[in-house]
């Protein structure tokens, strides 16, 4: 049985609870990203590799996605959502803490699951909620939401977490914390501004109606997972083009910092505020341009519209994915902004896709899906293939050549990928696949 429910809400009325779905994902990628920042830190007092750190970083990502993500999808489609938000929320604040008192690569480890786990798979539930605050052609106003929210989660795990590591070294960690490093204060302080910041979520936040079903919510499994084999020639390639587009962000956003620190001598206090105002502007202008151009492009009458803006700024990506080896910081940082700003309007375009050309019983699914396929790949694969390119180059210091490498030649395939999925688009959720 199929059901619209009309367009549903005006954005305006949906506005404050997309802003709090926003600000969930803010602190998820804070708790996220933040390990990035004082990572060199954390290595010399814990005596790491930078395989070890690639471990961390990687592989204890992409573990939980790689387990949990499909589980919760289904969660995701069939359960209370806003439940699964703050259990989420907790994760990744546990995570955090855990990562402030870490007396070894085991407890690091351990922390970096919870917090990639409550940090990845809440950006699922929210999109799931986001869909159903608003209709089909405001959808991509409503992911420019949720993608301000990441990316100002992002920049302030660079620019706060910089700050913090800055501050604490040079004042001293507050006493009440007790006598630790300063990388370990910034973790124990954002746990507990990451507790604060969920409570809105339990206080204001309620479950949206579901809309746009076709097999209907509590549709047995079989059904389901056949109305998604059937859109596997559209499905396919478009998880391609993003997890490639996932891929090459989340290694840049693991190893840019450690670049900036061996190749051109800066301290995390020198490029933490440039730095997060270049991830912080990347992910407001992306957000901007990648919300427009899906909503424009849905509007468009031909199959797939709203994948044009992803095949664009992926073939932009190509050139950006140099910056690692750019001549000095300042082309360093123009690099970046660019890179970023084309993986976030992709980024952003593919999530509308998902959210305005799939039935609402196969949302959670397919993003559980790509959560599980891109945590393997972007953080269980990528960070470490970085180092072992690096090795095969000459070793460690040609960590930048090697992230550069990569870039260029994962962008490549995302800008090829994405041309097929356009072509076996749906026009809409209900539409039947061809």
Request: with cysteine.
């Amino acid at each position: 049985m199929t059901s619209n429910r009309g367009e549903g809400p005006s954005f305006l009325s949906a506005m404050p609870a997309l802003l709090l779905l926003a600000l969930a994902i803010a602190a998820g990628r804070i708790s996220s990203e933040v390990f990035a920042v004082v990572q060199e830190s954390a290595k010399a007092e814990l005596d790491l590799s930078d395989f070890q750190l690639s471990l961390v970083q990687g592989v204890a990502a992409a573990i939980p996605l790689a387990t949990m993500s499909i589980p919760l999808g289904l969660m995701i489609d069939r359960h209370h959502r806003m439940r699964l938000l703050l259990a989420l929320g907790v994760a990744w604040t546990v995570g955090l803490a855990m990562a402030g008192w870490a007396n070894g690569m085991s407890m690091l480890f351990v922390a970096k699951m919870l917090s990639s786990l409550g940090a990845n798979c809440s950006i699922a539930v929210c999109i799931s909620i986001a869909a159903d605050l608003c209709g089909p052609t405001r959808r991509g106003a409503a992911m420019l939401i949720l993608t301000l929210g990441k990316w100002a989660g992002t920049a302030s795990a660079f620019a706060l977490g910089g700050w913090l590591v800055g501050k604490l070294a040079a004042d001293g960690v507050p006493a009440w914390l007790g006598d630790i490093a300063p990388w370990r204060g910034v973790h124990l302080m954002l746990a507990i501004g990451s507790a604060v910041l969920i409570m809105p979520l339990l206080l204001f936040l309620r479950e949206p109606p579901r809309r746009e079903t076709v097999a209907g919510v509590g549709a047995p499994l079989r059904v389901v997972m056949r109305e998604l084999w059937d859109r596997r020639a559209f499905l396919v390639p478009l998880f391609v083009g993003q997890i490639s587009v996932a891929m090459v962000d989340t290694a840049a956003g693991i190893w840019a910092a450690p670049i900036l620190s061996r190749s051109y001598g800066l301290q995390p206090n020198q490029f933490a505020s440039w730095m997060g105002a270049v991830i912080f502007g990347a992910g407001v202008l992306g957000a901007v341009l990648g919300g427009l151009a899906a909503d424009a492009g849905h509007k468009l009458q031909r199959r797939g519209g709203i994948l044009l803006g992803a095949i664009v700024t992926s073939g932009l990506a190509i050139p950006a994915a140099l910056f690692p080896i750019a001549p000095d910081t300042t082309i360093f940082a123009i690099g970046l902004f660019f890179f970023l700003l084309c993986g976030t309007i992709a980024g952003l375009i593919v999530s509308a896709t998902l959210a305005t050309l799939l039935p609402n019983e196969l949302r959670g699914l397919c993003l559980g899906l790509f959560i599980a396929i891109a945590g393997v790949i972007s953080f269980g694969i990528a960070p470490t293939l970085i180092t072992l390119v690096s090795a095969l180059l000459g070793g460690e210091a040609q960590l930048a050549m090697a992230l550069a490498i990569v870039g260029v030649v994962v962008s490549t395939l995302a800008f090829a990928a994405f041309p097929f999925a356009m072509r076996r688009a749906p026009r809409s959720a209900t539409e039947r696949p061809v």
